[in-house]
């Protein structure tokens, strides 16, 4: 137990490789921001458009930047908090001490590790909130006010029919995807606007060709005769909401939080749809946190080697090419198992097991 107390070198490795990972995320996080504002000023006068809607816009997707970025961070900064140490002779005085190198990786890890756990708890609240805003922003200019998104769901007024859907996911068709509304709620009101005069729920409302479907409709009708109620199996749907706008307001899956995901994989697998496109980003979640961590472990041998005669830019190279080759290859493992029909869990674990095996060969090699 003793080995695992932080010592004051813990600190030294700790506050060091902090001090750079902070520098490099702060630095790509605003890259990313910047890129994204400049891309929202060509949208400013359009439908209402304006710079403070492009500036909340990408203010509101600062915390999901964040979440993204992180794991490039954490490498190239742990990668160039200890190259620092490497290059003034202070790691080499600690293994001189007597200090291991899985000691040492531990140690940069342990402050990885704390920051991954507030990443992850900001990905999967303030995060999702985050771009969930800024879509609801951009529906409600693209649809000229008529649509909206609130924490009850997706709001749209069509005539004289209030429509409430609880979320929105692509279903895929085969030949291409269109928009699903999920746990759909249609209230009808009078010509006069002041009273409910008919109510639908749907399980779901699908764009067929050039019209809506309802799929396992309750409706309920008022009248001076009272109140009467019927179901259907399916029923078709004379809306003009636009699919093509419903469609631009999705957020990609990955955005989304486990939370959201589970809850679309849940019901799609009820209803014996294709949850692969949820399941995939929903299982890249899971293994974020050990994926993170891992992949900085495996960076140490070029703190312990090269780097020593190297400088700054030496180390952020290194750093960057490791971050887009592990990513590149990440894809393309994850890729590969759905191809040939791997569980998405085996297809998201495969590259964690594949950096864990790395990171065990390197250390007892050279511990």
Not at 202 to 210: C, D, L, R, S, W
Not at 249 to 262: A, E, N, T
Request: charged residues 15%; hydrophobic residues 45%.
């Amino acid at each position: 137990m003793a080995s695992l107390r932080v010592k004051r070198v813990d600190w030294l490795i700790g506050t060091t490789v902090f001090g750079s990972m902070l520098m490099v995320w702060l630095v790509l996080v605003g890259l990313d921001a910047m890129i994204q504002f400049g891309r929202q000023l060509h949208f400013i006068g359009r439908n209402g458009y304006t710079l403070s809607n492009a500036i909340f816009y990408v203010v509101v997707t600062i915390p999901r930047r964040m979440y993204e970025m992180f794991g490039f961070a954490a490498l190239i900064g742990g990668l160039m908090g200890l190259g620092s140490l490497a290059s003034t002779g202070e790691l080499t005085a600690l293994r001189a001490s007597g200090m291991s190198r899985l000691r040492i990786g531990a140690s940069a890890a342990g402050v990885v590790a704390i920051l991954v756990a507030g990443v992850v708890v900001m990905g999967e609240t303030v995060g999702p909130w985050g771009d969930q805003q800024a879509q609801a922003l951009t529906l409600r200019l693209r649809s000229g006010g008529s649509l909206g998104l609130t924490s009850s769901g997706l709001w749209a007024r069509d005539g004289d029919r209030i429509i409430n859907a609880k979320n929105r996911t692509l279903s895929d068709t085969g030949d291409h995807s269109h928009v699903q509304l999920m746990d759909v709620r249609v209230f009808t009101l009078t010509p006069d606007g002041r009273q409910l005069s008919r109510f639908d729920q749907a399980n779901t409302a699908e764009h067929v060709g050039k019209e809506w479907v309802l799929d396992r409709v309750r409706s309920t009708t008022l009248d001076e005769k009272g109140v009467h109620s019927s179901t259907s199996t399916n029923e078709h749907w004379d809306s003009q909401l636009d699919p093509e706008i419903l469609q631009q307001s999705l957020i990609q899956p990955q955005y989304l939080s486990m939370r959201d995901l589970q809850h679309i994989i849940t019901y799609k697998l009820k209803n014996g749809e294709n949850a692969r496109p949820y399941e995939m980003p929903f299982w890249g979640r899971v293994m974020y946190p050990i994926n993170t961590l891992v992949l900085v472990l495996c960076v140490m041998p070029f703190a312990f080697g090269a780097l020593r005669s190297g400088g700054l830019g030496k180390r952020i190279f290194i750093g960057i090419i490791i971050a887009l080759c592990w990513h590149f290859a990440q894809v393309a493992i994850v890729n590969f198992s759905t191809v040939y029909g791997a569980p998405p869990m085996m297809a998201n674990v495969l590259p964690v097991l594949l950096l864990v095996f790395i990171a065990w060969f390197y250390f007892r090699k050279h511990a």
